[in-house]
Nanobody, 119 residues
Framework: QVQLVESGGGLVQAGGSLTLSCVASARTLTNYVLGWLRQAPGKEREVVSA????????YYADSVKGRFSISRDNAKKTLYLRMNDLKPEDTADYYC????????????WGQGTKVTVSS
């Protein structure tokens, strides 16, 4: 049973940086895509960034391109999201999630970590 545990959220001023981490308890992540999704109050959940675990191919939402960077450490089975030049509109609950490659739906979620960006 895969479990995902996020950490690293917090309060930061606009223009600041944070790094989120997600530790996956899984025997292997080779056939999975891991992503960071976020949900702001009153808004739908959106995919911020994702990475194929084996090849490291990445995806970024237009709203975060050039500011956020996703990476993974296979030995530690840890996913990261480095967030630079944070904006108040980045304020949201951020979730680490996992889905099988080729599938559209994320099937496993972490508990979430809150990011608050003050103006």
């Amino acid at each position: 049973q895969v479990q995902l545990v996020e950490s690293g959220g917090g309060l930061v001023q606009a223009g600041g940086s944070l790094t989120l981490s997600c530790v996956a308890s899984a025997r292997t992540l080779t056939n999975y895509v891991l992503g960071w999704l976020r949900q702001a109050p009153g808004k739908e959940r959106e995919v911020v960034s994702a990475i194929t675990w084996s090849e490291g191919r990445t995806y970024y939402a237009d709203s975060v391109k050039g500011r956020f960077s996703i990476s993974r450490d296979n030995a530690k089975k840890t996913l990261y999201l480095r967030m630079n030049d944070l904006k108040p509109e980045d304020t949201a609950d951020y979730y680490c999630a996992l889905k099988p490659r080729g599938e559209a739906t994320y099937i496993k979620w972490g508990q979430g970590t809150k990011v608050t960006v003050s103006s």
